[in-house]
């Protein structure tokens, strides 16, 4: 899968969002490439907060836990859902997702949040599980938010690949929230080739370490490429909790060390559905994460 960064620029109630300046900052920035859309694109993001005060407390607040629903039409295969991990009954004896789900030089996600489980299904399972919770499950989770980006732009830039667009708020009120830049990175990758089918010795010649120095490497290419626009107050997110573990989970079972992932003890894990339809489930689960990550507004 490529390797992404995420840029959200909020925006005032009532105000007009950057993408017009953002799309002149990217023209000026790099004058040698023809920058003429080559696509669009969508997302639409909905996020669910639990209700603690129907469940006995035990004496200290509980964390809050949350639960997202995010499609992205560049990954039309399947929708991703992010959810929070039970709360350890012995917190004393638990690993902070931070430290064990992090690549090697990335930043944890925010201080106190439960560890997350990204699962992946099929669009109309998606779509009926949302549904069920906002319905059956309504007493225990309460539905906060949807965002869109109803028509956003793809650009080629060079060896990247840019996606921009304003962020609607949809539910419970009407508002723009900002403006969201996704940037692809196209170069060489050792990360693109063990997420595609590549020959088993090129799988036995990588190491985990060869990929996290990898991801830290393409990270500071994409903030290189996201500075010259010049554009300050963005809210970045590159490596985030449970970045690469897909890719990692897959490098070992090409070497032969087969490790069940899970979303206990060292936070964030995948569990894909309907693999028998989906050729390849866990596709786009980063980019999900960092999307996840700048759209939980927190309420």
Same mark, same amino acid.
């Not at 696509?39 to 809050?64: C, F, I, N, V």
């Not at 059956?136 to 830039?157: D, I, K, N």
């Not at 080739?193 to 020959?199: E, F, S, V």
């Not at 999900?288 to 990550?293: G, I, K, T, V």
């Given at each position: 899968?490529?390797?992404?960064?995420?840029?959200?620029?909020?925006?005032?109630?009532?105000?007009?969002?950057?993408?017009?300046?953002?799309?002149?900052?990217?023209?000026?920035?790099?004058?040698?490439?023809?920058?003429?859309?080559?696509?669009?694109?969508?997302?639409?993001?909905?996020?669910?907060?639990?209700?603690?005060?129907?469940?006995?407390?035990?004496?200290?607040?509980?964390?809050?836990?949350?639960? +997202?629903?995010?499609?992205?039409?560049?990954?039309?295969?399947?929708?991703?859902?992010?959810?929070? *991990?039970?709360? =350890?009954?012995?917190?004393?004896?638990?690993?902070?997702?931070? +430290?064990? =789900?992090? %690549?090697?030089?990335?930043?944890?996600?925010?201080?106190?949040?439960?560890?997350?489980?990204?699962?992946?299904?099929?669009? @109309?399972?998606?779509?009926?599980?949302?549904?069920?919770?906002?319905? =059956?499950? +309504?007493?225990?989770?309460?539905?906060?938010?949807?965002?869109?980006?109803? #028509?956003?732009?793809?650009? *080629?830039?060079?060896?990247?690949?840019?996606?921009? #667009?304003?962020?609607?708020?949809?539910?419970?009120?009407?508002?723009?929230?900002?403006?969201?830049?996704?940037?692809?990175?196209?170069? %060489?990758?050792?990360?693109?080739?063990?997420?595609?089918?590549?020959?088993?010795?090129?799988?036995?010649?990588? *190491?985990?370490?060869?990929?996290?120095?990898?991801?830290? /490497?393409? @990270?500071?290419?994409?903030?290189?490429?996201?500075?010259?626009?010049?554009?300050?107050? =963005?809210?970045? @997110?590159?490596?985030?909790?449970?970045?690469?573990?897909?890719?990692?989970?897959?490098?070992?079972? #090409?070497?032969?060390?087969?490790?069940?992932?899970?979303?206990?003890?060292?936070?964030?894990?995948?569990?894909?559905?309907?693999?028998?339809?989906?050729?390849?489930?866990?596709?786009?689960?980063?980019? /999900?994460?960092?999307?996840?990550?700048?759209?939980?507004?927190?309420?």
């Amino acid at each position: 899968m490529p390797i992404t960064g995420i840029y959200f620029i909020p925006s005032h109630p009532n105000t007009t969002t950057v993408l017009p300046a953002l799309t002149e900052r990217l023209r000026t920035a790099y004058p040698e490439q023809d920058l003429v859309p080559i696509g669009r694109w969508a997302l639409e993001h909905k996020l669910m907060r639990d209700t603690p005060g129907l469940l006995p407390q035990s004496g200290k607040s509980s964390k809050p836990r949350y639960m +997202q629903f995010l499609s992205l039409s560049h990954y039309p295969t399947h929708g991703f859902i992010y959810t929070s *991990e039970p709360e =350890a009954p012995h917190p004393a004896t638990t690993h902070t997702p931070a +430290q064990a =789900a992090t %690549p090697q030089g990335g930043s944890g996600g925010n201080a106190g949040d439960s560890p997350m489980v990204m699962t992946t299904m099929p669009p @109309a399972s998606y779509s009926t599980l949302f549904q069920h919770f906002v319905y =059956a499950a +309504q007493p225990f989770w309460a539905h906060r938010l949807t965002m869109s980006v109803p #028509g956003g732009v793809v650009y *080629e830039v060079g060896d990247f690949l840019v996606r921009m #667009g304003d962020v609607r708020q949809t539910y419970p009120t009407a508002r723009v929230r900002g403006t969201v830049v996704e940037i692809e990175w196209r170069g %060489p990758s050792v990360v693109e080739g063990l997420a595609g089918d590549g020959d088993d010795e090129f799988r036995f010649a990588v *190491e985990e370490a060869d990929v996290d120095a990898e991801y830290v /490497a393409t @990270a500071e290419l994409i903030r290189g490429f996201w500075n010259r626009l010049r554009f300050e107050g =963005a809210r970045e @997110a590159i490596l985030v909790n449970g970045v690469g573990r897909e890719v990692k989970e897959k490098l070992r079972r #090409g070497s032969g060390r087969r490790e069940k992932v899970t979303g206990g003890e060292g936070g964030d894990g995948v569990k894909v559905g309907g693999e028998e339809e989906d050729i390849d489930p866990s596709a786009g689960v980063d980019v /999900a994460r960092q999307y996840m990550e700048v759209l939980r507004f927190n309420r």
